[in-house]
Each structure stands twice: as structure tokens, then as C-alpha cells.
């Protein structure tokens, strides 16, 4: 059992690069979330997604794209990239157990520099 | 206005100390509340929840005030393993998404 496991850990991008990051978790959790963590920013979310082929806007939600075809893949796309992109990205799941919260679990993290 | 404010410190504490982190959420309507913990360049993971009645967990203590609309937690004989950045997380029940505001983490460092 896995978790969540994200890829690529590292990337180093140049300005108007597109890339893709993956996010894969084998605990058939509903739930699929990206963040972004900035030095003194805390964790904020980019989109999510409360099941296949659903996906939503966070509080940052610019410059990103999503899909989530597979109940346990969530794919962040950067289509051109800016150095405003330069972050640490972590993937996080959950299940479905309304009304009450349920853990988020996270990925490890991808280190993106865009030059 | 941040939702979530935590001091970022870092604490800088000796083995056996007991330190205090405190929070405060803006959003009243703020449901659930918790404490997650990570390590440097690691992802967070859940700590403790925090409840209105205050609970426990070993060495570590969760407080919640609604009317202040402040979290605490309370570590209690520091061990350097305890050396993290401590995030104080809300989250309304009601949302659709089960989503959570991050505040952004108060740095403790334990020194032998």
C-alpha cells in the first residue's frame, strides 16, 4: 500500500514549458486535492476533485489545468509556465464520509523551478 | 487578513521544555480544526484533531476556543524528534470537497 505517490519528485522547467504532474493514490479515496506551499504561505489549494471525472477551482486556480479520468489519478498541468510557478506541489486524498472531516493524506511533493 | 495566523517563529526550546503554539481562523463558520506536523522538505501529516472539550495524545495537548476563535497546542517534555513545523489547519464540514485552509506553520526547533 502505497499512499499517495506523486511524480516527478524534481523538475526544472524554463519559462513557456508545459509540464504534467502526476498523482496517484491506492486507497480508493473520493477525494483528490493539488497545493502549492510557498515559504510563509501555509498550503494553498490549487483545484480539487470529489470523484472521476469531477473537478473544481481552489483558491489559486491560475495558470493550472486538471483531470481526473481515474478514480486514483489526478494530473496537474502547467501549459506555460512562469516563474510565479516556482513551488512545492503536493498532492492530497481523502474519502468521502460526509458530514463529518476526513484526514487528507499527502504526497511526498514535486520541486518545480521554472527558470 | 490571513484566514489561518500562526506565529512562524522558529522556537528555539531545550529537551524537557514544554512550549505553546497558538493560532487564530477568521472564519467563524469554521467547523473542524486540527494540528498537522512536517518535517523539513517532507509533506504534513495529521497530528492531532482539536476539539471543543480540548484532548490529549501522549505528551502533546489541543485546545479550541469558538468564542476567541483561537487553537492551541500545548507539547510537553520536548523531545528533539519533535523538531517540525507545526500547521494549524480548519475546515468547515459543510463544504463541498472536504477542503482545508492551511495557516502557515510555526516552526519548532528541540536543542539537546
Known amino acids: 500500500n502505497a499512499g499517495v505517490t506523486q511524480t516527478p519528485k524534481f523538475r526544472v522547467l524554463k519559462t513557456g514549458q508545459s509540464m504534467t504532474l502526476l498523482c496517484a493514490q491506492d486507497?480508493?479515496?473520493?477525494?483528490m486535492y493539488w497545493y502549492r506551499q510557498d515559504p510563509g504561505m501555509g498550503l494553498r489549494l490549487i483545484h480539487y476533485s470529489v470523484g472521476e471525472g469531477t473537478t473544481a477551482k481552489g483558491e489559486v486556480p491560475d495558470g493550472y489545468n486538471v483531470s481526473r479520468l481515474k478514480k486514483q489519478n489526478f494530473l496537474l498541468g502547467l501549459e506555460s509556465a512562469a516563474p510565479s510557478q516556482t513551488s512545492v506541489y503536493f498532492c492530497?486524498?481523502?474519502?468521502?464520509?460526509?458530514?463529518?472531516?476526513?484526514?487528507?493524506?499527502f504526497g511526498p511533493g514535486t520541486r518545480l523551478t521554472v527558470l | 487578513r490571513k484566514e489561518v495566523e500562526q506565529d512562524p517563529g522558529p522556537f528555539n526550546v531545550p529537551e524537557g521544555a514544554t512550549v505553546a503554539f497558538n493560532c487564530t481562523y477568521s472564519n467563524s463558520a469554521s467547523q473542524s480544526f486540527f494540528w498537522y506536523r512536517q518535517d523539513c522538505r517532507k509533506e504534513p501529516k495529521l497530528l492531532m484533531s482539536?476539539?471543543?472539550s480540548g484532548n490529549e495524545d501522549g505528551r502533546f495537548t489541543a485546545q479550541l476556543n469558538r468564542a476567541s476563535q483561537y487553537i492551541s497546542l500545548l507539547i510537553r517534555d520536548s523531545k528533539l524528534s519533535d523538531s517540525a513545523t507545526y500547521l494549524c489547519v480548519v475546515s468547515m464540514n459543510n463544504n463541498a470537497g472536504n477542503m482545508l485552509t492551511f495557516g502557515g506553520g510555526t516552526r519548532l526547533m528541540v536543542k539537546p
Open positions: 492530497a486524498s481523502s474519502r468521502l464520509l460526509a458530514p463529518s472531516y476526513n484526514e487528507q493524506f
Open positions: 486507497m480508493n479515496h473520493e477525494y
Open positions: 482539536v476539539y471543543s
